[in-house]
């Protein structure tokens, strides 16, 4: 009988429960409806959020889950295999990716799972996602690679894998796992089309473990700037195919490699770039600092520039 229990269920001892609970604060009522509701002062409202973590790092006891789940957190509690709970710290989040990395200082008998490689995947390789249900304790689902959502504007230039593996309520943050046991992707949610149809989306581990390795090392995600305002495709003269500049802020990157508004970016790092996202998404696989070659168009000449790409917020 062909099974994959072999490598998918010694991955559940580095599951945990992630519960969190947060604290709101209603707004005050509007003076114009005071009148016919009354006067409320602001009150404070709990709730509580659950989802799924996987370790990453045993000895440093890092667990990786999702950054939605620890909006307004007052305290997160994570449930290990064994039964054992404890308190965890909010180590760093990202809210482009949507991860999030917690701290245990209780580290005795954890379990790491390790990275696979997402850039290996292909449509059609078998999957296998962990998560927590409530009472029902860890559980695992499984199903295909059903494609690569790339450079989708509604998930803000980020590469994003969708599956048919099944993410039910109680698995973002958690792992999806390829055949070998390896994680190659973070859960995030399901997105459902008009035809009612739903698919699983997840971050890919490309993108996932370099976010973790910058919140471990730093509490933030240090990502790179061009230092440009970008217009989508453009297509202002037969045949030019690329992204124009809408504007280059002061004393940035672009500005410093001599880029203006009205270049049109046509290449970089030797891909071609069709759109916004293709440019985004390669300048977020680089770090502050990195060199990248352009080639636009500037009044039907081209033109080409090595960049120095500084790092956002600066």
């Known amino acids: 009988m062909l099974s994959y229990a072999g490598y998918v269920e010694p991955a ?3 599951i945990v429960g992630v519960s969190v609970k947060s604290s709101r604060t209603e707004p005050e009522v509007p003076d114009e409806f005071r ?3 009354g006067s409320r002062s602001p009150s404070a409202r709990e709730s509580r959020q659950a ?9 440093r006891g890092l667990i990786v889950t999702a950054s939605f789940l620890l909006n307004d957190a007052v305290s997160v509690t994570v449930r290990f295999d ?6 965890a710290e909010i180590a760093g989040r990202d809210e482009v990716t949507d991860i999030a990395l917690l701290r245990v200082k209780d580290v005795r008998g954890l379990k790491a799972l390790q990275w696979g490689d997402s850039n290996a995947l292909k449509v059609g390789d078998v999957a296998f996602g962990l998560g927590q249900v409530g ?8 199903g295909i690679i059903s494609g690569f959502a790339r450079g989708v504007e509604q998930f803000d230039s980020r590469d994003m894998l969708m599956t048919d593996v099944a993410f039910p309520f109680g698995f973002a943050g958690g792992p999806l796992l390829d055949s070998k046991g390896r994680v190659i992707a973070v859960a995030m949610s399901i997105y459902a089309n008009p035809s009612n149809s739903a698919i699983s989306i997840a971050v890919t581990q490309s993108e996932a473990q370099q976010v973790v390795s910058d919140l471990a090392a730093f509490g933030r995600v240090k990502r790179a700037s061009l230092g440009v305002m970008l217009q989508e495709e453009s297509e202002a003269e037969p045949g030019l195919r690329g992204v124009m500049i809408a504007a280059v802020t002061k004393g940035s990157a672009a500005d410093r490699a001599g880029l203006r508004a009205e270049d049109v970016i046509v290449q970089a790092a030797g891909e071609p770039i069709h759109s916004s996202s293709d440019l985004v998404r390669l300048i977020r696989r680089l770090a502050p600092g990195s060199s990248l070659d352009l080639a636009y168009e500037r009044s039907g ?14």
């Open 12 to 14: 559940l001892a580095s």
């Open 35 to 37: 009148k016919l509701f």
């Open 51 to 59: 989802g799924a973590g996987f370790i990453i790092d045993a000895e």
């Open 82 to 87: 064994d039964g054992r709970q404890t308190e």
């Open 135 to 142: 009472d029902l304790g860890r559980v695992v689902t499984s």
């Open 301 to 314: 000449s081209r033109k080409s520039a090595t960049v120095t790409l500084g790092e956002t917020g600066e």
